[in-house]
Each structure stands twice: as structure tokens, then as C-alpha cells.
Nanobody, 122 residues
Framework: VQLQASGGGLVQAGGSLRLSCAAS????????MGWFRQAPGKEREFVAG????????YYADSVKGRFTISRDNTKNTVSLQIDSLKPEDTAVYYC????????????????WGQGTQVTVSS
């Protein structure tokens, strides 16, 4: 599966963004999906994940209540709604596909998109 993330940009603190990830290739519904981010000088970290059917979601503690992951299996897309942005949310955001797991933080994600930059100004 090939993944293409989009929707990043420069926003002020308190603002919102909606990231999207379009998938092509093998059937999208085979995969649980996740979003990760990597800030400058830091390791990549799990942000949110969603099961194949969308019935189960997972979030990092740092984003609970502000980030919402969703998917549309008819359009082969997964989205991440980001509200109440903080400067510490500044990072490159990546979507990833998980063939065997449930989209939880400990899953082994098999395929990765190229990333989209989110920059939050204070």
C-alpha cells in the first residue's frame, strides 16, 4: 500500500488542522492505520491509531481530547482532526498502515507515508 499524507501547514496556537492520508494499492480495509509525529531532535512518537473498521481508536495521552482520528474505507482515506493546537504539536506528521495489528501504539506498522509538516506558532 502507498500512503500520501497532506493537510499540514502553519497555524497559530489554538487553531485547527485536518490532516488526510490517501492510500492506494492493496485493499485499504485490510489495514489498521495510525498517525505518528516527529519533532526536531526528538524520536518519532505514536499519536493516534484506528482499527480496520474504525470501531476502535487509540490516542497518545498528550493529544487525547484534542485529536480525532477517523477513516473512510470507501474513499481509502484516514484523517486526523487536530484542534486546540499547541506549539509543542509542531512536527512532521506521518500516516502508517498496520497489517497485522489493531492500530494500537505497540503495533508494528508496515508502511509509511512521506509526512506532512505542522508548525504551530505561539
Amino acid at each position: 500500500v502507498q500512503l500520501q499524507a497532506s493537510g499540514g501547514g502553519l497555524v497559530q496556537a489554538g487553531g485547527s488542522l485536518r490532516l488526510s492520508c490517501a492510500a492506494s494499492g492493496r485493499a485499504f480495509s485490510y489495514y489498521a492505520m495510525g498517525w505518528f509525529r516527529q519533532a526536531p531532535g526528538k524520536e518519532r512518537e505514536f499519536v493516534a491509531g484506528i482499527s480496520r473498521g474504525g470501531g476502535r481508536t487509540y490516542y497518545a495521552d498528550s493529544v487525547k481530547g484534542r485529536f480525532t482520528i477517523s477513516r473512510d474505507n470507501t474513499k481509502n482515506t484516514v484523517s486526523l482532526q487536530i484542534d486546540s493546537l499547541k506549539p509543542e504539536d509542531t512536527a512532521v506528521y506521518y500516516c502508517a498502515a498496520d497489517l497485522l495489528g489493531n492500530g494500537d501504539p505497540l503495533s508494528k506498522y508496515d508502511y509509511w507515508g512521506q509526512g506532512t509538516q505542522v508548525t504551530v506558532s505561539s
